[in-house]
């Protein structure tokens, strides 16, 4: 599965889409189409935790407004062959109030209808995306338990790259991002806390100077 270091990759779900109209039914009998959520709105996920630090995320409502959406395809397992994409109109990408959808017809090509019958029988029923961040902020809380909770709004998106249906969920690819986001939380968490003992330290130093003097 290529990886790119510079992207994060996160999970979601992927039904069959459902076509009520008997006429719109027949219609499109010769499409394969699936749908899901790429992301939801406003809605935390955990991406880390340990026994000191919960690392939580949530995208925000307009995170995708402007987002670079250009040519977006869909994959299987990120090797590489394209199922779907947007410029040829096999592939569509639209937000609502709760969160972004996809849309991909798959009848396309003989793997793209094996993949549907995959997705149909409950199969396959996973997907991993891939995006940049040009815009987030992180809440910092204190649990009663002593924990550490920080919770990461993503505000912006600034390019989605792919959507990719899974055999197993990207876990792989979304824990490289998830290390190198809690990697750096851990490391400014750590460096607070001995700056707060160096300055405790300093300062008994100087109480005790004073008792002497």
Known sequence: MPIKADRE????????????????????????VVR???????EPYTLFEDDSLVYQEQVDRDAFSGTDMTDVIMQYNHE???????SNDTLSISTDDKG?????????????RNLYEEIQG??????SFGFTVDDDAENREEDSDGRIRITRTIKHVRKLYDVSAVSIPANDATSISVRSLADGVI????AERLEKE???LRRKKMLMRAKLL
């Open 100 to 112: 972004l959808l996809i849309e991909a017809n798959l009848g396309g090509t003989e793997i793209g």
């Open 198 to 200: 160096a300055l405790e």
């Open 36 to 42: 899901g959520y790429a992301s939801t709105f406003n």
């Open 9 to 32: 990759y996160r999970d979601m779900t992927l039904s069959v889409v459902d076509i009520d109209d008997d006429q719109e039914q027949e219609e499109q009998k010769d499409e394969k």
């Open 80 to 86: 590489g062959r394209v199922f779907a994409r947007t």
């Open 187 to 190: 490391s400014k968490l750590q």
């Open 122 to 127: 409950g199969y396959t029923n996973k997907m």
